[in-house]
């Protein structure tokens, strides 16, 4: 059994935006964070040893644009990655509670408030190590592409998942868990699973408590060329592999593969199933990008990504197209109850 934590506070929560290079989007997610009708304790920016001058705009907009929440700003030595631009911010931190907003991605405004009122309401058979949201996908313009809809809802739903060995998932800028957790499972992990690094958090907390997400869309995932989904694809892809059959073995009561494990037996099977495997992940990858260029306004190439994707693994972009498609049709107003501050498909939270 897990220690018992206390729920969260707003003023005991700390918000930690990791950022590397992104001085034209990070304005829109400070503001979306201390224009919460839950104010955070303080907002912690963490920079992954920028070129740009980060330091000089979190400075003024600490000044002048914060509405009096504390913003601090903490500088990695060297250009580390996401997972240790996270450890930093959050060892630099002081909320007993840690939201994580990437610089790239915005918050509706009663997001932080819907997540508090929640956990503090919780009764179910076990504690929620962690909590996210639903929300959209929106492209550089800051349009709303279609809904970003993942992961369990429910303690129902986080148990079956954990049964049969599943992988956590959920909008890293949607998430919030507690310090005493994180620090339980020494953070998140900088070589284990690489560019896959919040996924092996979301499964080892889901270990210490239900992992899950709200419903409600109150988060704003931005879909663009340069993101990590892009740069990080084969690496990431790899290494949620991985950690997928990881999860398998541990349902089964079997010992986790090491990295030089998994890839011997991936090019232990048969020539066939070997090129299959990389059919379908070359047609994930030319789908994501032809998708972000598509939505982006580059219709040229996405398209063209997008026909190779196709001649790939149809299968998969027909899918993402109904997908897209759904997220953006009119929902009947019976379907899901909206709650105050969420936002409507075509909403985008005011400056």
């Known amino acids: 059994m897990t220690a018992s934590v206390e729920p969260p506070r707003a003023a005991s929560l700390s918000v930690v935006v990791p950022t590397f290079n992104d001085l034209e989007r990070i304005g829109d997610a400070l503001e ?4 919460q009708t839950a104010r955070p304790g303080e907002i912690v920016v963490s920079d992954d040893a920028s070129e740009q001058d980060v330091e000089g705009f979190v400075r003024e907009f600490a000044a002048g644009r914060a509405h009096g929440i504390p913003v601090r700003y903490v500088r990695l ?17 002081q909320g007993d509670w840690i939201a994580i907003c990437d610089s790239d991605d915005v918050w509706a405004p009663a997001k932080l ?37 993942m992961g369990p809802t429910s303690e129902r739903e986080y148990e079956a998942v954990r049964h049969r060995g599943g992988l956590f998932f959920a909008i890293h800028s ?9 620090d339980a499972l020494g953070g998140y992990r900088t070589d284990e699973y690489g ?7 979301f499964c080892r907390m889901a270990e210490r408590g239900v992992v899950m997400n709200l419903p409600e869309r109150l988060v704003y995932y931005r879909k663009r060329a340069g993101s990590m989904q892009l740069d990080l694809f084969w690496e990431r892809h790899r290494n949620v592999t991985r950690l997928a059959e990881n999860q398998r073995r541990r349902a089964r009561g079997q010992s986790p593969v090491s990295k ?33 260029d598509l939505v982006n306004g580059r219709r040229l190439r996405g398209g063209a990504e997008l026909a190779l994707a196709c001649a790939l693994d ?21 379907s899901r109850r909206r709650v105050p501050g969420e936002p409507t498909p075509s909403a985008w939270p005011p400056a």
């Open 174 to 182: 949607s998430i919030m868990y507690s310090r005493a957790d994180y």
């Open 314 to 334: 149809s299968a998969r972009l027909r899918h993402g197209l109904q997908g897209a498609l759904r997220g953006r049709l009119p929902r009947r107003a019976s």
């Open 260 to 292: 030089e494990q998994f890839a011997a037996q991936l090019a232990a099977e048969p020539a066939w199933r070997r090129l299959m495997r990389r059919k379908r992940v070359w047609g994930m990858y030319w789908y994501r990008a032809g998708a972000t």
């Open 195 to 201: 560019a896959a690094n919040e996924f092996d958090l």
């Open 113 to 149: 408030e819907r997540q508090i009122e929640f956990v503090r309401a919780w009764t179910g058979g076990r504690r929620i190590a962690l909590l996210g949201t639903h929300g959209y996908n929106i492209n550089d313009r800051k349009r709303v592409i279609s809904a970003a809809v």
């Open 77 to 93: 030595a060297s250009n580390s990655g996401d997972a240790a631009a996270r450890n930093t911010g959050i060892a630099a931190s």
């Open 32 to 35: 979306s964070i201390v224009g």
